[in-house]
């Protein structure tokens, strides 16, 4: 038997491939965009911090989480901002 993988290296270890796995898709697509790498990232990030939540109790690093979290949100808002923009000025 082998070494039990503890939940946060189960986490980190699912995202690693969950980028992975994007990147090679915007590689073979040949359309790197930094924007849609960074919104996917997000989507994967909520959804591994929905599946670590632990209702009695509350590990560090999913403490930690809230604050990755709530970047992201403050840098997806910055990207629809920045993309309502480019489309209200296509329109003029």
Do not use: T
């Not at 699912?14 to 960074?38: G, K, N, P």
Request: charged content about 10%; glycine content about 6%; hydrophobic content about 65%.
């Amino acid at each position: 038997m082998g070494i039990p993988m503890r939940r946060q290296q189960v986490v980190i270890i699912a995202l690693a491939v969950w980028l992975m796995i994007v990147c090679m898709y915007m590689v073979l697509a040949m359309q790197v965009d930094f924007e849609i790498l960074f919104i996917l990232y997000f989507i994967g990030v909520i959804v591994l911090s929905y599946f670590i939540e632990s209702d009695y109790v509350s590990p560090y690093y999913q403490r930690n989480i809230w604050f990755i979290l709530a970047a992201g949100v403050v840098i997806f808002g910055v990207i629809v901002a920045g993309k309502i923009l480019e489309i209200l000025g296509h329109l003029q």
